[in-house]
Structure formats: C-alpha cells, structure tokens
C-alpha cells in the first residue's frame, strides 16, 4: 500500500500548483488532502469519495481549490488557484477505505509523504 504525493513547489502570491495522489496497492473509496503549517495543526482541506464522486473542502479553500479523481490511474489530484502566504504547508495525502465524506484525520487509514507547497508574498 503506497500513497505517493508529488506537485509541490514555490510559487507566488496568486499563483497555481497542481498537486497528484497516486494510490498504489489497494483501491480507495476516500482520498483526502491535508496540509500542516510550521508550529500548526494538521487541518483537512478536501477529499473525494471514489464511488459517487462526492467532494467536500475545508471553508478556506472553497472556489480557489478544486479535487478531482482519475479511477483509471488510481490518482486524485488538488488544483490550487488564487494561492495566497497562509496556503503555504506540507501537504499530505491521505485515503480511507470507507465513504468517510469529512475531513477528521482519524477516519483515514494511509498517509502519504508530504510535498512543501510554499507561497510567496
């Protein structure tokens, strides 16, 4: 079981980053995103279920990042437009062997290495 994040970077204030998450090893039914700032929580900032499509984002987010899912491939990937200094993390992905539709860490089962997204201002 592998979970394999890629697509960080530097960029500027209002720039874009598309980040992937390839699954290996198992077939998910929740992949989800996740990032943690230095000296802060780990907070949740999208998922999306494999079987219905479902997406959910943290409030932060909405209409700057958009989740999105390639079955064939196994990858979920995280497109972040309109990046702003506070974006600036490691970013996690995570999968869930249930439909879990949230955000709460506990519920997934696998962690992926994180990738550094950080933006300038």
């Known amino acids: 079981v592998q979970l394999q994040a890629s697509g960080g970077g530097l960029v500027q204030t209002g720039g874009s980053l598309r980040l992937s998450c390839a699954a290996s090893?198992?077939?998910?039914?929740?992949i989800g995103w996740f990032r943690q700032a230095p000296g802060k929580e780990r907070e949740g900032v999208s998922c999306i279920s494999s079987s219905d499509g479902f997406t959910y984002y943290h409030e932060s987010v909405k209409g700057r990042f958009t989740i999105s899912r390639d079955n064939a491939k196994n990858t979920v990937y995280l497109q972040m437009n309109s990046l702003k200094p506070e974006d600036t993390a490691v970013y996690y992905c995570?999968?869930?062997?249930?439909?879990?539709?949230?955000?709460?860490?506990?519920?997934?089962?696998?962690w992926g290495q994180g990738t550094q997204v950080t933006v300038s201002s």
């Open positions: 090893g198992f077939t998910f039914n929740t």
């Open positions: 995570a999968a869930a062997g249930d439909d879990v539709g949230s955000l709460i860490p506990g519920y997934y089962d696998f």
